[in-house]
């Protein structure tokens, strides 16, 4: 079985500061990795995936994240925070059964 | 990637009635899913649905509260049976995107039941 763990449940960081959100996951198998936006009474949509090869993948908006598989991790990175990324963030893994999703953690951007 | 129209958007209703919610894809899907999401929670999946057969369902979901129909590779309902206000969520559908390799929602139904 899969479960995905995100590390902080809200994050806050003034505009033009890095942004990291950690997510752990464990998997009995290779997994998918997935991060999904949800703006404010919206969907998912997602913002970058792992399944093989390179292991830091570039999303939409600016946003990468490295799949470390030593650490079990996939945070998610943007160099420099907008008051446009403030949102809810989730991390997804994939092992061989539908998504399964972390609680999600809500990035707010101080301007 | 798969386009997915997802109606109600959201919807009041009363305790003791049912919601209908309907999802339509561009193309055509063997898998669509279903999940709730709480308020202030994140995803959880309700069930699978498969076209041509019973949906499946993951522990803590039955089939009389949210009866799930499939009658083609395009499109898919879940029901809310019997509300109550503990039902209170964003209900969303999902299929694989095989073009993209990951997974495409629906805008979600936000359903208060009142």
């Known amino acids: 079985a899969q479960s995905v763990t995100q590390l902080g449940s809200h994050v806050s960081v003034s505009e033009g500061a890095l942004v990291l959100l950690r997510c752990n996951y464990s998997s009995s198998v290779p997994p998918y990795l997935f991060w999904y936006v949800q703006y404010p009474n919206q969907g998912l949509q997602l913002l970058l995936k792992y399944t093989t090869g390179a292991t830091l993948v570039k999303g939409i908006n600016g946003f990468e994240a490295e799949f470390k598989k030593s650490e079990t991790s996939f945070h998610l990175t943007k160099p420099s925070a907008h008051m446009s990324d403030a949102a809810e963030y989730f991390c997804a893994v994939l092992g061989g059964a539908p998504l399964v999703f972390g609680k999600g953690t809500r990035l707010s951007v101080i301007a | 990637s798969a386009v997915i129209s997802q109606k109600p958007s959201r919807d009041i209703c009363q305790r003791g009635t049912s919601l209908t919610i309907q999802c339509q894809v561009d193309?055509?899907?063997?898998?669509m899913f279903w999940y709730r999401q709480q308020p202030g929670q994140s995803l959880t999946l309700i069930a699978t649905a498969n076209q041509g057969s019973e949906a499946t369902y993951e522990s803590g979901f039955v089939i009389d509260k949210f009866p799930i129909s499939r009658p083609n590779l395009t499109f898919s309902t879940l029901t809310v049976s019997n509300m109550s206000p503990e039902d209170s969520s964003i209900y969303l559908c999902?299929?694989?995107?095989?073009?993209?390799?990951?997974?495409?929602f629906g805008s979600g139904t936000r359903l208060t039941v009142v």
């Open positions: 193309s055509q899907v063997t898998m």
């Open positions: 999902s299929v694989e995107d095989l073009l993209s390799g990951g997974y495409t």
